[in-house]
């Protein structure tokens, strides 16, 4: 076996711990992808970034670092596994401890975890049908369509500067001449009879924002009446896993404008300890309100199909070489659920 479980148990506040090793022949098996890893961070003159040779990785950080490295993604690779095993449904990002790392001794580990904590609802149906039934009119003028035309116009006529002038790097390039609309514009967004067709399509899909996010709107009230009226036992690990989600999207955000987390952290003079104690209460209600959608999916019995799982979770995989087949399935059917969830209370209007 990959792997075995010494010890498990519930803790106090919605938490669980497993207790176990990996043998040491299984963590060999990731030795190379450690050492690569490891490389992957080093400078040294003469050798690309992931090339470096093991002898000079090892000197440098010893046998244990490496062996530390492999055990860590060992288990990741079996964390999926071991999750099955101890016969728990986790909530968020586990908390792991190495408990021993030692050449040809198997690798100790500790899993702490949230699980589904107790929750308290009202009659979530009553509340959905307060909000939900509650009928707008979405309409849109014909200004809205001719300014999104001529947003459309000035990305053309951007583009087409840049493919002109592709040694000037800039953004701002004055009043540009702007095309006309006419049957060879509309054929660079689609295939349409005429423009009338071309300014129907459009108006359609600024209908079908407006309208997704009246949904939103609705969606977000209907779950702020819905927390503000149950009772739950919050996990802290729970919402310390959601300020780590949020502060891990600000990287992503902040990476799209060529900086990094630290750069804008001393831009805005903060730390990352004080923006999450800022976020905690939004950290709490994006917890509380997966908590709800999961105990109303048991409530109501329902069920992610199987064969859209799969596909997904196939998707995934393929996207991700790396990703671990359990944790994506977990992913796959909480976002299902949750859809279901959703669309259960809006079926009460």
């Known amino acids: 076996m990959s792997f075995s479980i010494i010890k498990k148990g519930a803790l106090p506040e919605s938490e669980f711990e497993i207790e176990g090793e990996i043998p040491s022949d299984i963590v060999k098996g990731f030795r190379e992808e450690a050492i690569k890893n490891i490389s992957a961070g080093v400078k040294i003159d003469g050798f690309r970034p992931g090339h470096v040779p093991e002898k000079i990785v090892v000197d440098r950080f010893g046998e244990v670092s490496i062996l530390e490295e492999a055990g860590r993604l060992a288990l990741e690779k079996h964390y999926g596994d071991i999750i099955t095993d101890a016969k728990i449904s986790p909530l968020g990002s586990p908390a792991v401890t190495i408990t021993k790392v030692a050449p040809g001794e198997p690798f100790g580990f500790k899993i702490k975890t949230a699980v589904m904590p107790e929750v308290k609802l009202p009659d979530y149906k009553k509340v959905a049908k307060e909000i939900m039934s509650v009928k707008e009119e979405v309409e849109v003028a014909e200004k809205e369509v001719e300014e999104t035309i001529d947003g459309l116009r000035k990305q053309i006529a951007h583009n087409d500067y840049h493919i ?26 689609g295939s349409f009879e005429n423009i009338d067709a071309f300014k129907k399509k ?148």
């Open 164 to 189: 002109a002038n592709p040694s000037d790097h800039s953004h701002d390039h004055g009043n540009l001449e702007l095309p006309e609309v006419n049957e060879e514009f509309i054929k660079k967004f």
């Open 202 to 349: 459009i108006t359609e899909s600024i209908k079908a924002e407006k309208e997704h996010k009246s949904r939103d709107i609705k969606r977000l009230k209907t779950m702020e009446v819905i927390i503000e009226k149950s009772d739950i036992k919050m996990p802290k690990m729970l919402v310390e896993s959601e300020l780590n989600k949020m502060i891990s999207e600000l990287g992503s955000n902040v990476a799209q404008t060529g900086l990094d987390i630290e750069s804008y952290l001393r831009h805005v003079n903060k730390t990352i300890e004080q923006l999450k104690e800022e976020w905690t209460a939004d950290a709490e209600k994006r917890a509380k309100t997966q908590l709800i959608l999961n105990q109303i999916a048991i409530n109501e019995k329902l069920e992610a199909p199987v064969g859209e799982v799969n596909k997904e979770v196939e998707q995934i995989l393929k996207m991700y070489k790396d990703a671990d087949k359990t944790r994506a399935t977990i992913y796959v059917e909480t976002m299902i659920l949750n859809e279901k969830a959703w669309e259960m209370l809006e079926g009460e209007k």
